[in-house]
Nanobody
């Protein structure tokens, strides 16, 4: 059972920065893809960024040039560096790890961390 825990959320002023982290436990086989999603009340969860095992990244148009997804060398922790934050970035942010092939496939989510951008 892969267990994910996000941290790093909080209150920040517009134009500020935050770095979210997602630490995993219970991993035997590394994920194939690591994601960050966000969700605001009344809306569906939206994909913010993804990072494949090969190192390929993808971003939602709304965060391109401002957010960066990265991971540590052992591929158990994923980060989201959030710069030039805007009020519309306010949301609960979730990490997700998926192992799509081979043994011990999984699709795990964290519990979320609140990011609030406000003056």
């Amino acid at each position: 059972q892969v267990h994910l825990v996000e941290s790093g959320g909080g209150l920040v002023q517009p134009g500020g920065s935050l770095r979210l982290s997602c630490a995993a436990s219970g991993i035997i086989f590394n994920p194939d893809v690591m994601y960050w999603y966000c969700q605001t009340p009344g809306k569906e969860r939206e994909l913010v960024a993804s990072l494949t095992a090969a190192g390929n990244t993808a971003y939602a148009d709304s965060v391109k040039g401002r957010f960066t997804i990265s991971r540590d060398n052992d591929r158990t922790t994923v980060y989201l560096q959030m710069n030039n934050l805007k009020p519309e970035d306010t949301a609960v942010y979730y990490c997700r790890y998926r192992r799509l092939w081979g043994p011990s496939q999984y699709d795990s989510w964290g519990q979320g961390t609140q990011v609030t951008v406000s003056s």
